[in-house]
């Protein structure tokens, strides 16, 4: 399944959920923020929201700092 995640093209070997994707791609569950084709998707929908072919993803991470 071919997806874009922060405008890079990635391809995956199955389907998942956004749970899954984050730990698929090593990124931290707690401070991160997910969009899916520029809609904010909630944490508590994380482990029920599937990717679908052609999706566009955003990634954000917390930063400490002021």
Same mark, same amino acid.
């Given at each position: 399944?071919?997806?874009?995640?922060? +405008? $890079?093209? #990635? /391809?995956?070997?199955?389907?998942?959920? @956004? +749970? $899954?994707? #984050? /730990?698929?791609?090593?990124?931290?569950? @707690?401070?991160?923020?997910?969009?899916?084709?520029?809609?904010?998707?909630?944490?508590?929908?994380?482990?029920?929201?599937?990717?679908?072919?052609?999706?566009?993803?955003?990634?954000?991470?917390?930063?400490?700092?002021?």
């Amino acid at each position: 399944m071919k997806i874009q995640v922060n +405008e $890079q093209a #990635l /391809t995956l070997p199955n389907s998942m959920n @956004i +749970e $899954q994707l #984050l /730990t698929h791609l090593e990124k931290p569950l @707690i401070g991160s923020a997910v969009a899916v084709n520029m809609q904010i998707i909630n944490r508590s929908e994380w482990a029920t929201h599937n990717i679908n072919e052609g999706d566009s993803i955003s990634l954000f991470q917390a930063i400490a700092g002021g």
